[in-house]
């Protein structure tokens, strides 16, 4: 055996090894054995398995995940909302008008009632009072403060504590699989690009979500991309096919979503050719989250679930499929 | 020696001589020593020496080029207005009216100068009639045939043949550095992305362009991505840091162009902090390609070429600095 031979016999074991260890270790250890886990991995098995049927070149492999409520919580209410009244709270010393007028009596008054009846006419005049009028570097400074202090109201944790653990898992298993793991939220595309990466893995350019007008102005001799208060794009519903055409320019081979936002995005992924996943997470867990579905302001799933099995997606239930729900429980 | 020392060995050894082959071996072969390939090598040296005070991480390494006149011919005219004027010509039989009716008899009769004169708005009726009205995915096929057969006037060759070889080489160069790159151009995304990939190595989700409203319908059961005539948004001048703030959401490190519809691109991204690289390819080459700035309907540059030197931006002769224009001369 020449010594040429000999690395090559070396090599050999060591990637038969390593390839066996993987094989060997649970990819999804918060997930309970079932047929979530299972639809998943045949899924990833069927479409990365070369000369197979359904295999996909890892270029197409495309997975999109909706946010709220998908990776992370969304009750008692959307966390950029959390954050729009915490900012009304913040520049109210240097606005002393809003003591007197609505909406923002409301937010500074915690009277969460008279803040619904302002509809959604009231919450786009608190998006625009804290999410314009700043530029794009600003707001990303903004979130990034916030986001690094803020509480939960209930389980007071960092929000970033609060995404779920099996989510964090299947996201890592498509990537060590060649997918592209896209976020398509409906939330705003800048409040979420400052911890998506760190927290999800998923860099800036994979995130698609709403967003406002910017505009691009030379401003005392500085480059700057300035925010308006006026909504460019939102990334919801029948949004999230056209979000998913323009900033990725491919049909996504599985889609994760949980409420009829997601509707579209999971109809869509799934009516491509060969073997598509569609996935609704289902919160029926008020002891270890929350349990709402089709009579909720924040995450309503309704028609999913009605048409959820004669479509051949799957419905996750965090209660039966999770294991373990938040990282460091 | 152990066997274990001598693999060890045996690995470092090959890991030396393969880092010292590409040590040697010049990355950018078809550029001309001189200032425009010095300040190339420079920065990239710069932001990917670790320790250096110009080092940037990975992630952050965001190249962005211009398509037209950038990366590919754009003379006598736009190819995508090429694609346009054939695609009247196709479905001429189906307009009987259009022997008789503005812009599109002038197109019949390749009349340029009537077209001319029907300026932009006769433009959009064009663009409306060729782009839109179809799915997504039909005018991905329709793009995809075209480009496969259709060849460029002069040069009697494929466009996708009319690619400049030294911004093939510098695209690749980058990406071995660390690199994203992406297109950021004033053309249709979706006639760019169905050929990106395969004649630049640039996947359609980092393709950012000029769109149309795309509508999300399920048609006849099918879920559909049914193109409009509406412009959704012009991904030129001031348009384009707004492209790239929406689609990358970084600001780039480097950025090339070739025209003044280049400039708000160049200069956002050299506004940035730490090194940066900001370079006009400048079309003075009428023996090998076309020569042309400061008057001209396709790719004008004129304010660029006045403000490049005080504001540190690099103009690449393409008559000094290329060796070679195109690819298998």
Same mark, same amino acid.
């Given at each position: 055996?020449?010594?040429? !031979? ?21 990819? *999804? ?10 639809? +998943? ?29 998908? %990776? ?35 937010? *500074?008054?915690?009277? %969460? ?9 009231? %919450? ?10 700043? #530029? ?25 504590? *609060? ?64 925010? #308006?208060?006026? +909504? ?11 979000? +998913? %055409? ?22 869509? #992924? ?11 997470? !289902? ?17 309503? *799933? ?28």
């Amino acid at each position: 055996m020449t010594f040429a !031979h000999r690395l090559g016999a070396a090599i050999t074991a060591l990637v038969f090894l390593s390839s066996l260890a993987v094989a060997q270790s649970d990819p *999804l250890p918060s997930w309970n054995d079932g047929a979530s886990k299972q639809a +998943i991995v045949e899924f990833v098995e069927a479409v990365t398995t070369e000369g197979g049927a359904d295999y996909v070149a890892p270029g197409d492999r495309i997975a999109t995940f909706d946010n709220d409520g998908t %990776l992370w919580v969304e009750h008692p209410m959307y966390t950029q909302l959390a954050f729009a009244l915490d900012r009304v709270k913040a520049m109210a010393p240097d606005h002393p008008e809003w003591k007197t007028t609505q909406p923002f009596k409301a937010v *500074l008054d915690n009277d %969460l009632e008279t803040l619904g009846e302002a509809g959604e006419k009231g %919450l786009m005049e608190i998006v625009g009072a804290t999410h314009a009028g700043m #530029s794009a570097a600003e707001f990303e400074k903004i979130v990034s403060e916030w986001i690094a202090t803020a509480k939960h109201p209930t389980f007071d944790k960092p929000y970033t504590d *609060l995404v779920y653990q099996p989510m964090l898992e299947l996201l890592a298993y498509l990537r060590a699989n060649g997918f592209k793991t896209f976020i398509v939220s409906g939330g705003g595309i800048e409040f979420m690009r400052p911890w998506t990466e760190e927290i999800y893995g998923i860099p800036p350019e994979q995130v698609v979500g709403s967003s406002i007008q910017t505009d691009y102005k030379v401003i005392d001799g500085v480059p700057t991309l300035q925010r #308006s208060a006026r +909504i460019a794009f939102i990334d919801d519903k029948e949004g999230k096919p056209v979000g +998913i %055409l323009t900033h990725i320019g491919k049909r996504p081979l599985a889609a994760f979503g949980n409420s009829d936002g997601d509707y579209q995005m999971i109809e869509y #992924s799934t009516a491509g050719d060969g073997k598509r996943l569609g996935m609704f997470v !289902h919160h029926d867990d008020a002891d270890r989250e929350y349990a709402y579905d089709r009579d909720t302001h924040f995450g309503k *799933l309704d028609k999913g679930l009605d048409d959820a099995s004669k479509e051949g997606w799957h419905i996750i239930s965090m209660k039966k499929d999770w294991k373990q729900v938040f990282p460091n429980e």
